[in-house]
């Protein structure tokens, strides 16, 4: 069974902490993606993959930066976190050749204080 | 800027009745079409993939594409009260990445 996991469900983090989320695939999937979602705004992408070691902006790269040193891991660092921060954010992946569906993992709620 | 549209609701249909979701996409060369649906605090989960001209069933769904008039559509037949959430039309214009439109809120009233 394909399998997207992030490595929290809910985070509480201070403003000023540097924060960092994981999101592992178990599929051998070239791509990996991170997403934002909040209500009225719907999905919007922060960065993705395509290779390790790649990584291109998304709609919405500023605050956050990325890390692919192997294919199935894809770290989201915030650099200093701050309320307008706080969200859900979403890992997904999916694979380069066949040009399938993204797969996504469970969510992470962050919560910036 | 590659856009994907949808209805943002919501929409109620009765229990038992014919649920429509629609979604027009602005890049032409679009390749693949998705349905994702979103249950309030969960991630997406894939409903159907559509990917030539006409019909595609799976159980009670069913995706329409029509490309000349770039729209794919959702249908949910004997609607649930478990199939309320959020719609999500995904499209993928070619490249690597995805762009989802803003997701239509379905709510099935018991």
């Known amino acids: 069974d394909v399998k997207v996991t992030q490595s929290s469900r809910y985070l509480v983090k201070r403003t000023g902490e540097k924060v960092f989320l994981e999101c592992v695939q178990d599929?051998?999937?070239?791509?990996m993606f991170w997403y934002r979602q909040d209500p009225g705004l719907g999905l919007r992408l922060i960065y993705f993959s395509y290779d390790v070691k790649m990584k291109e902006k998304g709609d919405i790269p500023e605050g956050y930066s990325v890390s692919r040193e192997k294919k199935e891991r894809f770290s989201l660092i915030l650099e200093s976190a701050s309320t307008n921060q706080t969200s859900m954010y979403l890992c997904?992946?999916?694979?380069?050749?066949?040009?399938?569906?993204?797969?996504f993992g469970q969510g992470t709620r962050l919560t910036v204080v | 800027q590659k856009e994907v549209e949808q209805n943002s609701g919501p929409l109620s249909v009765p229990e038992g009745a014919i649920a429509s979701l629609n979604c027009t996409y602005s890049d032409r060369v679009s390749q693949s079409f998705f349905w994702y649906r979103q249950y309030s605090g969960k991630s997406p989960e894939l409903i159907m993939s559509i990917y030539s001209n006409g019909d595609k069933e799976d159980g009670r769904f069913t995706a329409q594409l029509n490309k000349a008039s770039q729209y794919v559509s959702l249908l949910i037949r004997d609607s649930q009260p478990s199939d309320s959430a959020t719609y999500l039309c995904?499209?993928?214009?070619?490249?690597?990445?995805?762009?989802f439109g803003p997701g239509t809120r379905l709510s099935v009233l018991p």
């Open positions: 599929m051998d999937h070239e791509n």
């Open positions: 995904a499209v993928n214009p070619g490249g690597q990445n995805f762009v």
């Open positions: 997904a992946s999916s694979s380069f050749v066949s040009n399938t569906e993204a797969f």
